[in-house]
């Protein structure tokens, strides 16, 4: 085996026995910042796979997102019974809310891609890569890509990541497709 998948093992046990070194970890997070810039990246493997390269260009940011229920903002004045709901199931997941976080923070860089961290009952914590495009040629990113849904996690959330005639995507379908569909199912009965 390579150092690699020695250290992927080890942090991924880390991670599953919730070890001391973790708690302390997770406890100092949760005291610093909401986007915090990091030296390097603390699952060192997670992020070469997903593109990082430890020279200039590159930079690291721990993103800090709250886990709970997302609550709508009560209404001003008046009676309004269309938004008297309480909660609101956000359209975006934890991990593209944290890379757009990070990317408000550092709004020069383009975010790369991002991982778990960790988390512990109240927030999860993401590791979020971001490259200058300026300083390093040979990465193409699209301008403002997270605010777009074309990062990873984005294009998740949009059921963008199956690939193929067959595959089943969100809204895939077009019109036409559909109501033929129904017309088949109606005529087998």
Do not use: C
Not at 6 to 35: C, H, N
Not at 63 to 71: M, S, Y
Not at 84 to 90: D, G, K, N, S, T
């Amino acid at each position: 085996m390579g150092a690699y998948k020695y250290m992927k093992k080890t942090y991924q046990e880390e991670l599953r026995e919730r070890s001391a070194l973790l708690k302390d970890k997770i406890f100092r997070w949760r005291r610093g910042p909401v986007v915090h810039g990091v030296e390097r990246p603390s699952n060192l493997v997670r992020a070469r796979t997903l593109g990082y390269k430890a020279k200039e260009g590159y930079v690291v940011a721990r993103v800090r997102v709250g886990k709970g229920r997302r609550r709508r903002r009560t209404s001003g004045k008046g009676r309004k019974p269309a938004h008297a709901y309480l909660y609101v199931q956000p359209g975006s997941s934890l991990r593209t809310q944290a890379e757009q976080k990070a990317n408000r923070k550092y709004s020069n860089l383009e975010v790369l891609n991002s991982y778990l961290a960790g988390e512990d009952g109240n927030y999860k914590f993401f590791e979020v890569l971001l490259v200058d495009t300026r300083r390093n040629s040979e990465v193409k990113l699209n301008k403002r890509r997270v605010y777009r849904g074309m990062s990873s996690s984005g294009k998740k959330t949009r059921g963008l990541r199956a690939k193929g005639r067959k595959a089943q995507r969100k809204g895939s379908k077009n019109k036409k497709e559909r109501n033929q569909n129904k017309s088949r199912r109606y005529r087998k009965r």
